[in-house]
Nanobody, 124 residues
């Protein structure tokens, strides 16, 4: 497993932007897939975006396509989530996750390394 720490959450007005970061320690992100999940109050945790660390192929949930961008910096062992055109439905705790599967997957149970989460609140 790799240790993950998220940062960058906060309060933003609808239509605004936020950038999240996830730093890996203990082990680097090399050889892992990285993903962002989110969990809103009373809802299940859901996949938002993921990136294959080897190929940089990305995957997004349809509701964030065109608004969110996932990327990684190998040298810094850091994964990013750039979020724009935020709306109230994006309000949630955002979690960073990692696994060693061949492809980026969307199931919570496929990931064995998790950060503690960072709160994103979008005011309307």
């Amino acid at each position: 497993q790799v240790m993950l720490v998220e940062s960058g959450g906060g309060l933003v007005q609808a239509g605004g932007s936020l950038n999240l970061a996830c730093v890996a320690s203990g082990r680097t992100f090399g050889g892992y897939n990285g993903a962002w999940f989110r969990q809103a109050p009373g809802k299940e945790r859901e996949f938002v975006a993921g990136i294959n660390w080897r190929t940089a192929n990305v995957k997004y949930v349809p509701s964030v396509k065109g608004r969110f961008t996932v990327s990684r910096d190998n040298a810094k062992s850091t994964m990013y989530l750039q979020m724009s055109s935020l709306n109230a439905e994006d309000t949630a705790v955002y979690y960073c996750a990692a696994n060693r599967r061949f492809l980026v997957t969307t199931a919570v149970t496929d990931y064995d390394s998790w950060g503690r989460g960072t709160q994103v609140t979008v005011s309307s």
